[in-house]
């Protein structure tokens, strides 16, 4: 007898009602819960019940995991400053990088990689005239 007491009773979506469902799904969209955590408040027993809720009655995707990092929206003005700074300096590098691997491709291949805009448009325009 205490073994059924313990036990709990298995449930189907249809148990759950329409405005319980969407309650759920945005208390997860806001940030209030994880997918996982709503399920153990609300002792959802279905692993992907909730992501099923999400994906139809929710605004966002839900096909694609989401990758937390630090939230930008949490960062002072000094930090995103720095950040900011800091992604600037790294494509500033990476564009000297991949102007100098042209440089040396240019002159030891004598390739042409970068296109000369300009003189196609004059060469082109004199074909008009």
């Given at each position: 007898?205490?073994?059924?007491?313990?036990?709990?009773?298995?449930?189907?979506?249809?148990?759950?009602?329409?405005?319980?469902?969407?309650?759920?799904?945005?208390?997860?969209?806001?940030?209030?819960?994880?997918?996982?955590?709503?399920?153990?408040?609300?002792?959802?027993?279905?692993?992907?019940?909730?992501?099923?809720?999400?994906?139809?009655?929710?605004?966002?995707?839900?096909?694609?995991?989401?990758?937390?990092t630090m939230s930008k929206s949490k960062e002072t003005p000094a930090q995103k400053i720095k950040r900011l700074e800091k992604e600037l300096s790294d494509e500033k590098?990476?564009?000297?990088?991949?102007?100098?691997?042209?440089?040396?491709?240019?002159?030891?291949?004598?390739?042409?990689?970068?296109?000369?805009?300009?003189?196609?448009?004059?060469?082109?325009?004199?074909?008009?005239?």
């Amino acid at each position: 007898m205490e073994y059924q007491e313990l036990s709990r009773k298995k449930r189907s979506q249809k148990d759950y009602t329409m405005c319980f469902k969407l309650s759920v799904v945005s208390q997860v969209e806001k940030g209030e819960f994880t997918y996982k955590q709503v399920q153990k408040h609300y002792g959802i027993q279905g692993r992907s019940t909730v992501l099923v809720w999400l994906r139809r009655y929710g605004n966002l995707d839900w096909r694609k995991p989401i990758i937390h990092t630090m939230s930008k929206s949490k960062e002072t003005p000094a930090q995103k400053i720095k950040r900011l700074e800091k992604e600037l300096s790294d494509e500033k590098l990476k564009n000297k990088v991949l102007n100098t691997m042209i440089e040396i491709s240019d002159g030891q291949y004598g390739t042409q990689i970068r296109k000369k805009y300009l003189s196609q448009q004059s060469s082109a325009s004199k074909k008009r005239d």
